[in-house]
C-alpha cells in the first residue's frame, strides 16, 4: 500500500496504481456516496474514476489529492466546495482544481474541517471553525475553500479533531484550534484563557521536528533524534506515559 488513513469510523486504504480502497461506515458517504449507506463488508474498491496521490480520511468525510493535482472531497464536507466548482450539489464527491502552477503536495481531514497544503507553502482549507481550527483568528465557519496562510517554510499539516498542527522547515511547529485538554499544544497557566487559540502559536518543543500527528484531543511530534513527544487529553491513557494524566511530555 501506498499510503493509509484511518477516519473516525472509516479506513482508507490507497495501492501502488492508485486506486482506493475502503472500509467501514458509509452513513455520510465518507467512502462512496454510490455504494450503500452504513458499515461496509470488509474492504471495498471506492471512488473507482479517479487515481490518487495520497488521502486522508476525517470524521465523516474524505480528502485526496488526485494525481492530476486536483483535491476531492466527499463525505459530509463535500457542500463546502460546491461554490469553488461547477459541479452540482447532490451526494457525489466534489472536486476542487486550483493554479496548478504550484500544485498540492498534501491533504488532512480533521472532524470537521479539511486543509490542503501546496508545494509554495500556501494552506487552504475550509469547514468549521468554532475552536479556530483554521487559524483565521476568528471562529466564524467557512463555506468554501479559501487561503488560510501562505509560508514557504510549512512542510506539513495535521488535521484533529477540532485542532490544526502545523511544521516548518526549521523544525518547529505552530498549533491552533480547540486547547481545552492541552491538544493544540499551548501551554497555558489558566485553561479557561486559551481553551481555543484562534491563530497560530508555536509549540514549545525541547528538539526540533519532523513529523506530525493529531488525533481527537491529542497530538504527537516526532523529533530529529527520533523521540515521540505527546500532549492533550489522556483519560484512555492515548499519550502512553503510564498515567492518565493530561500532559506534554516524552513518550519514546
Request: net charge neutral; glycine share 12%; proline share 2%.
Amino acid at each position: 500500500m501506498r499510503s493509509i488513513s484511518a477516519g473516525q469510523w472509516h479506513t482508507l486504504l490507497l495501492n501502488e496504481n492508485g486506486k482506493l480502497l475502503a472500509a467501514g461506515d458509509n452513513r455520510s458517504g465518507q467512502i462512496d456516496a454510490r455504494l450503500e449507506a452504513g458499515p461496509t463488508s470488509g474492504v471495498v474498491h471506492a471512488q473507482t474514476k479517479y487515481r490518487f496521490t495520497t488521502v486522508s480520511a476525517g470524521r465523516r468525510a474524505s480528502i485526496a489529492l488526485l494525481q492530476d493535482s486536483s483535491l476531492l472531497v466527499w463525505g459530509n464536507q463535500r457542500a463546502n466546495l460546491q461554490a469553488a466548482t461547477t459541479q452540482p450539489g447532490g451526494r457525489d464527491a466534489v472536486e476542487f482544481r486550483d493554479d496548478l502552477a504550484s500544485p498540492a503536495v498534501s491533504v488532512a481531514a480533521g472532524g470537521s474541517h479539511i486543509l490542503s497544503l501546496y508545494r509554495d507553502g500556501r494552506l487552504f482549507g475550509c469547514g468549521a471553525n468554532d475552536s479556530g481550527q483554521l487559524g483565521l483568528g476568528r471562529v466564524s465557519a467557512s463555506e468554501r475553500m479559501q487561503l488560510l496562510h501562505a509560508d514557504r517554510d510549512m512542510v506539513a499539516i495535521a488535521a484533529g479533531g477540532y485542532h490544526t498542527l502545523l511544521l516548518y522547515s526549521d523544525g518547529s511547529v505552530r498549533g491552533f484550534g480547540a486547547n481545552g485538554w492541552g491538544q493544540a499544544g499551548i501551554t497555558f497557566a489558566d485553561r479557561s484563557d486559551l481553551v481555543s487559540i484562534p491563530s497560530p502559536r508555536k509549540v514549545q518543543l525541547p528538539v526540533a521536528t519532523t513529523a506530525i500527528a493529531a488525533g481527537e484531543l491529542h497530538s504527537l511530534s516526532v523529533t530529529t533524534e527520533g523521540e515521540v513527544y505527546a500532549w492533550g487529553r489522556n483519560f484512555h491513557g492515548q499519550l502512553g506515559h503510564g498515567d492518565i494524566v493530561d500532559t506534554k511530555e516524552k513518550l519514546y
